[in-house]
């Protein structure tokens, strides 16, 4: 039972144009998603995050927006860079009384070019 | 300021053999994760350990144990390994147990069974 999806394995854009990468989740107890940003050999790198709470959050470049009707939330990074291409994972957070666990998606590679 | 540190890197076992892999979270930081990352698939929650007490764990069999220490480092020990445990292990640190908003990696232990 895959809970957060994220549909497109790869994306191409061109440098300087926007990036857009989408996520779905089923779950809606689900109280923070997140972004991480993973380049190979390396472990994710915490890109931005949102409360269930929050429709949007901005940070420099990345905005992730949040559609709680539609359990869908997608990262916005405008203007792209070369720096930008890696792999992407949405991941979604639950808090219980003593624990939070990560679940993730299972990724989408964005490849920006020149 | 250390960030994440795993060992080792990269580890080759073979069917049946046990093993043990170690991390170190991020000074200051009492909680402590542990993921698996199959090829293709976003990473999978194993275990926390907050406070060294296990907090949450994963859809693992119970060849799958770990233990954190008095001074927050971790262990994840995997028995009776099968082809199917190669993956790139993450161990992933927070400052608290519930209530995590981001999770820092490491650069994760790549496991090979053969």
């Known amino acids: 039972d895959q809970q957060v999806k994220q549909n497109s394995p790869s994306l191409s854009v061109q440098e300087g144009r926007i990036s857009i990468l989408n996520c779905d989740y089923t779950?809606?107890?689900?109280?923070?998603f997140l972004w991480y940003k993973k380049y190979p050999a390396e472990g994710p790198t915490f890109l931005i995050s949102?409360?269930?709470?929050?429709d949007k959050n901005e940070d420099g470049r990345f905005t992730v927006f949040l559609n709680k009707s539609a359990k869908h939330l997608s990262l916005h990074i405008v203007p792209s860079q070369p720096g930008d291409s890696a792999v992407y994972f949405c991941?979604?957070?639950?808090?219980?009384?003593?624990?939070?666990?990560?679940?993730f998606g299972t990724g989408t590679r964005l490849q920006v070019t020149l | 300021d250390a960030g994440v540190t795993q060992s080792p890197t990269h580890l080759i076992k073979t069917r049946g053999q046990h093993v043990t892999l170690r991390c170190s979270p991020i000074?200051?930081?009492?909680?402590v994760s542990w993921y698996q990352q199959v090829l293709g698939q976003g990473p999978q929650f194993i275990f926390q350990y907050y406070e060294k007490e296990e907090r949450g764990r994963g859809n693992f069999p119970d060849r799958f144990s770990a233990r954190q220490f008095p001074n927050y480092s971790s262990e994840l020990n995997v028995n009776a390994l099968l082809l199917g445990d190669s993956a790139l292990y993450l161990c992933a640190s927070s400052s608290q147990g519930a209530m995590n908003t981001e999770a820092f990696f490491g650069q994760g232990t790549r496991l090979t069974v053969v």
């Open positions: 000074s200051g930081h009492k909680s």
């Open positions: 949102i409360s269930s709470i929050k």
């Open positions: 991941a979604a957070a639950r808090f219980t009384g003593t624990a939070s666990k990560l679940t």
């Open positions: 779950n809606s107890m689900f109280d923070y």
